[in-house]
């Protein structure tokens, strides 16, 4: 089975940091597009960084553009989310995700994460 567990969510105060991580398993994560979704409070989901695959090309959207730095490990399968500066309007659930799209970056995601929490408070 596919499974992609995130974690490191939590209650931080503007201008602080987390970082997420994603474990996955059950797929040939060497060969997978992994992104991170946000869907704040009554929100559609948007995506907020993604890295390729051997070359680690990153994308960015422009609100965490600076701020945000998205990594993966593929002798862990695993993918990071290092959030700086964070502010209030950054939270939200948090989603890993990993795509088959050949489109940079991807259009639509295929393998989905639980979510994690991120809250900043002001």
């Known amino acids: 089975d596919v499974q992609l567990q995130a974690s490191g969510g939590g209650l931080v105060q503007a201008g602080g940091s987390l970082r997420l991580a994603c474990e996955t398993s059950g797929f040939t994560f060497d060969d997978f597009p992994l992104g991170w979704v946000h869907q704040g409070p009554g929100k559609e989901r948007i995506g907020v960084a993604c890295?390729?695959?051997?070359?680690?090309?990153?994308y960015y959207a422009d609100p965490v553009k600076g701020r945000f730095t998205i990594s993966r490990d593929n002798a862990e399968n695993t993918v990071y989310l290092q959030m700086n500066s964070l502010k209030p309007e950054d939270t939200a659930a948090y989603y890993c995700?990993?795509?088959?799209?050949?489109?940079?970056?991807?259009?639509?995601?295929?393998?989905w994460g639980q979510g994690t929490q991120v809250t900043v408070s002001s």
């Open positions: 995700a990993a795509s088959y799209d050949s489109s940079w970056p991807p259009l639509e995601y295929d393998y």
């Open positions: 890295i390729g695959t051997e070359d680690g090309n990153t």
